[in-house]
């Protein structure tokens, strides 16, 4: 017959937090989320690791998500001041009444800002958690914000691609920016969804052209090379903007990666895996570009901010091609500084005499359905 273990109390000493390094757990909590608001659990983390308040564990990071928790129920932290993008409810606008209906469009009218503009911004995150934390400034500057969640599905490629075109044959230079962690998959993710956008740009070129190419005595315009990649689309010089009030120029960066410089682009401009395209619109008549740079992370911000990192999974497939580097995630910058970096980055593409005209025009609109609300209510004897 078998023994059955006899499980009797641990031997093990687990230390216990005092009351004193839970206060000062806790302020450093307060500190950071006031600062930093509105800012991710992982991001309070980060801050808290930073100021030496916490260890940079999965048991730290437990106990800072025990503490704000109970700090958020305690009133001492508002709930509005920490975000969690990985979770949303969808609900249609409705109504009570037509009045109420012409009142809440004359608060929140606002006339497109890139109608006019000769540039369109696109913002991707590789992760939806950061999403919170940086839709106050692509809601302000009124650019889409889109969440990748690591690899790109085909479908979500061939959407950006299409939308990508669409501005294009709008007379548009589209810029593309993502943020995502700095480690193999994430740097490997940003590869696959820029390829995979691009590859939506022209038509694909198949076996069967080239056959005909060969044909008709033409092959050396569509050579075998050239087969299964998108024609009419081509790298081109990369768009270099790099021109921050901080001193930024052409790579010699001094903003301590507040503008999401880094050191690895051709064009001296220091964005990460800054690369341009050019391709052809339906009409065939004029080729436009379209730009791709990572923002955040880059070894510029992990070397100028002294980012937290964390050990590389050496199991990752793509480690090898990653490096020796430890990783780092996009929530360790701090948030008021990637929403620094994400408004610079919009705010170089737009021409300031051209947002006054559409803002003029944004506040005489405006009046005009304040005139029609008071219209209406003059109509009803009110």
């Given at each position: 017959?078998?023994?059955?273990?006899?499980?009797?109390?641990?031997?093990?000493?687990?230390?216990?937090?005092?009351?004193?390094?839970?206060?000062?757990?806790?302020?450093?909590?307060?500190?950071?989320?006031?600062?930093?608001?509105?800012?991710?659990?992982?991001?309070?983390?980060?801050?808290?690791?930073?100021?030496?308040?916490?260890?940079?564990?999965?048991?730290?990071?437990?106990?800072?998500?025990?503490?704000?928790?109970?700090?958020?129920?305690?009133?001492?932290?508002?709930?509005?001041?920490?975000?969690?993008?990985?979770?949303?409810?969808?609900?249609?606008?409705?109504?009570?009444?037509?009045?109420?209906?012409?009142?809440?469009?004359?608060?929140?009218?606002?006339?497109?800002?890139?109608?006019?503009?000769?540039?369109?911004?696109?913002?991707?995150?590789?992760?939806?958690?950061?999403?919170?934390?940086?839709?106050?400034?692509?809601?302000?500057?009124?650019?889409?914000?889109?969440?990748?969640?690591?690899?790109?599905?085909?479908?979500?490629?061939?959407?950006?691609?299409?939308?990508?075109?669409?501005?294009?044959?709008?007379?548009?230079?589209?810029?593309?920016?993502?943020?995502?962690?700095?480690?193999?998959?994430?740097?490997?993710?940003?590869?696959?969804?820029?390829?995979?956008?691009?590859?939506?740009?022209?038509?694909?070129?198949?076996?069967?052209?080239?056959?005909?190419?060969?044909?008709?005595?033409?092959?050396?315009?569509?050579?075998?090379?050239?087969?299964?990649?998108?024609?009419?689309?081509?790298?081109?010089?990369?768009?270099?903007?790099?021109?921050?009030?901080?001193?930024?120029?052409?790579?010699?960066?001094?903003?301590?990666?507040?503008?999401?410089?880094?050191?690895?682009?051709?064009?001296?401009?220091?964005?990460?895996?800054?690369?341009s395209y050019g391709f052809l619109t339906d009409d065939r008549r004029e080729s436009r570009r379209v730009s791709f740079a990572r923002l955040a992370v880059t070894e510029r911000q992990i070397r100028d901010m002294s980012l937290p990192t964390r050990p590389t999974k050496r199991?990752?497939?793509?480690?090898?091609?990653?490096?020796?580097?430890?990783?780092?995630?996009?929530?360790?910058?701090?948030?008021?500084?990637?929403r620094r970096i994400v408004s610079s980055a919009i705010t170089r593409h737009i021409d300031q005499h051209q947002l006054d005209i559409t803002r003029t025009y944004e506040a005489a609109e405006r009046e005009a359905l304040t005139a029609m609300i008071g219209t209406r209510q003059?109509?009803?004897?009110?």
């Open positions: 017959m078998t023994a059955v273990p006899v499980y009797g109390p641990s031997t093990v000493r687990r230390s216990r937090s005092t009351s004193a390094a839970l206060t000062a757990l806790d302020d450093s909590i307060i500190a950071a989320v006031e600062t930093e608001h509105p800012v991710t659990l992982r991001g309070v983390f980060y801050r808290v690791v930073s100021a030496g308040d916490v260890a940079k564990t999965e048991l730290g990071y437990r106990q800072v998500g025990r503490e704000l928790l109970k700090l958020r129920r305690a009133g001492a932290i508002p709930y509005d001041w920490i975000t969690d993008g990985t979770r949303w409810v969808s609900k249609p606008d409705t109504y009570d009444s037509l009045d109420r209906m012409l009142q809440d469009a004359q608060a929140s009218y606002r006339r497109a800002l890139w109608r006019d503009q000769g540039a369109e911004v696109h913002i991707y995150s590789e992760k939806d958690a950061i999403s919170g934390v940086v839709l106050p400034v692509t809601e302000q500057w009124d650019v889409p914000l889109g969440i990748v969640r690591g690899y790109s599905s085909e479908s979500f490629a061939w959407s950006v691609a299409q939308s990508v075109i669409a501005a294009a044959e709008r007379g548009k230079r589209v810029h593309v920016y993502q943020l995502g962690d700095h480690d193999p998959s994430g740097v490997d993710a940003w590869r696959a969804f820029r390829e995979r956008v691009v590859s939506f740009l022209g038509p694909l070129c198949t076996p069967e052209m080239r056959r005909r190419a060969v044909d008709v005595g033409v092959g050396s315009c569509i050579t075998e090379a050239m087969v299964g990649q998108p024609l009419g689309v081509s790298e081109v010089e990369a768009d270099c903007w790099c021109d921050c009030e901080d001193g930024c120029q052409r790579g010699a960066c001094q903003c301590e990666g507040g503008c999401g410089c880094d050191d690895d682009c051709d064009c001296g401009c220091g964005l990460a895996g800054h690369v199991t990752d497939s793509r480690s090898a091609a990653f490096g020796d580097g430890e990783s780092v995630e996009v929530d360790a910058i701090p948030p008021t500084v990637l003059q109509g009803d004897g009110r």
